[in-house]
């Protein structure tokens, strides 16, 4: 299987920690400092192939990663967003859940949707220096 998301290099790379049926990955795009994702651990395509073990846990993995982020970058707000399906704009085959921290004036108005949904092959990769970084400091905050 050709899957990015269930690949060793990821999971050594990009993985800040794993819960239950969960693990969280930096992302390599973010849209803003601090957008990881929650990804099932099992690999699964969409929402309604989640098991219930997955379906029951997934609101507060969700609830869990918004903490970290709060003690890493004091966001106030959090688009959390699900592209369930390829005419939803899911790229990976594989169920995931974008989180990304905000704050009051961090973009313009449609600016967040145009840069995850549209122009996702226009953002720029973060160097392997940055994703150790970024991945390291949040670790540091993830069990506090
Ligand atoms: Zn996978």
Redesign the pocket.
């Given at each position: 299987?050709n899957?990015?998301?269930?690949s060793e290099t990821i999971i050594r790379d990009q993985q800040v920690y794993t819960k239950g049926c969960w693990r969280v990955f930096y992302n390599f795009k973010p849209v803003l400092k601090g957008h990881v994702l929650i990804v099932s651990k099992r690999?699964v395509e969409l929402c309604k192939d989640l098991n219930a073990d997955e379906q029951a846990s997934l609101v507060g993995q969700i609830i869990d990663v918004q903490r970290m982020l709060t003690r890493a970058y004091g966001a106030t707000g959090f688009c959390v967003v699900m592209q369930d399906g390829v005419s939803a704009g899911q790229s990976v085959?594989?169920l995931h859940v974008h989180i990304v921290p905000r704050v009051d004036g961090d973009m313009h108005k449609g600016e967040f949707y145009q840069s995850l949904l549209v122009d996702s092959t226009r953002r720029h990769p973060i160097s392997a220096e940055e994703m150790q970084e970024r991945v390291k400091e949040l670790q540091v905050v993830v069990h506090m």
């Amino acid at each position: 299987m050709n899957c990015p998301f269930c690949s060793e290099t990821i999971i050594r790379d990009q993985q800040v920690y794993t819960k239950g049926c969960w693990r969280v990955f930096y992302n390599f795009k973010p849209v803003l400092k601090g957008h990881v994702l929650i990804v099932s651990k099992r690999h699964v395509e969409l929402c309604k192939d989640l098991n219930a073990d997955e379906q029951a846990s997934l609101v507060g993995q969700i609830i869990d990663v918004q903490r970290m982020l709060t003690r890493a970058y004091g966001a106030t707000g959090f688009c959390v967003v699900m592209q369930d399906g390829v005419s939803a704009g899911q790229s990976v085959n594989h169920l995931h859940v974008h989180i990304v921290p905000r704050v009051d004036g961090d973009m313009h108005k449609g600016e967040f949707y145009q840069s995850l949904l549209v122009d996702s092959t226009r953002r720029h990769p973060i160097s392997a220096e940055e994703m150790q970084e970024r991945v390291k400091e949040l670790q540091v905050v993830v069990h506090m």
